[in-house]
């Protein structure tokens, strides 16, 4: 069975601090892997995708890496800001074409506080 | 685009009720997606829509559930009759190609009493 587990579940550190938030998966075939990042209240919102061939991805201050021999992924975030308040989503694609199905995680939350 | 647009924002019903959820995609996306999304689980496929036919719907949790797509730009989602365990966020996703990026509305706040 595909699944997707993020830790930790939930995160809270001081503005201006970085923070690392993590991705394991168990999703065969796999095409690749998505950070989606989702504020309170608002619908998710893509922050990078990684395929297979991909080690790391940057996105301003977000930077995303997948091992896809450990079938793990990270995403760091660097100087936050209050604004990255958010759960943060790990998506990963397994197949392709029509049978292309995604496994979300369960997400970790994340807040930053002064 | 004003991107994937979803109403209502917030539903409050009672037990019993029946509830109906809408959906427009972004103009030209072929792929049409809803996802029920809660604390405990996380977001799950419901049903998903290609070309306005319905591909996959083994996420509908039951015959109390139902989604149609008339055309292009605009989808239902129906909930009768609803129950409290229904309660979640539903939101609406589209993406134009089979493994393009996913576009997700504001979603739709339901409370079920």
């Known amino acids: 069975k595909n699944q997707v587990e993020q830790s930790p579940q939930s995160l809270i550190i001081l503005e201006g601090k970085n923070c690392t938030l993590q991705c394991n998966y168990t999703v065969s075939p796999f095409s690749n892997l998505r950070w989606y990042k989702q504020d309170t209240g608002r619908g998710p919102v893509s922050l990078t995708i990684m395929t297979f061939s991909e080690n790391t991805k940057s996105n301003g201050r977000y930077t995303a890496t997948l091992d896809a021999d450990t079938k793990q992924s990270s995403l760091h975030i660097t100087a936050s800001q209050l604004s990255d308040s958010a759960s943060y989503i790990c998506?990963?694609?397994?197949?392709?074409?029509?049978?292309?199905?995604?496994?979300f995680g369960t997400g970790t939350r994340l807040q930053v506080t002064l | 685009d004003a991107g994937v647009i979803q109403s209502p924002r917030h539903e409050v019903t009672e037990m019993g009720q029946e509830v109906t959820l809408r959906c427009k995609p972004i103009s030209g996306h072929d792929y049409l997606f809803w996802y029920r999304q809660t604390m405990m689980r996380g977001l799950e496929l419901l049903i998903y829509f290609n070309n306005n036919v319905p591909i996959d719907d083994s996420g509908m949790p039951e015959d109390r559930f139902s989604a149609k797509m008339p055309n292009a730009s605009f989808s239902t989602l129906k909930i009768q009759p609803s129950e409290p365990r229904d309660s979640a966020v539903y939101f609406c996703?589209?993406?134009?190609?089979?493994?393009?990026?996913?576009?997700f509305g504001e979603g739709s706040r339901l409370t079920v009493l």
């Open positions: 998506v990963v694609s397994a197949g392709s074409g029509t049978a292309s199905k995604l496994t």
């Open positions: 996703a589209s993406r134009k190609q089979v493994i393009g990026e996913l576009f």
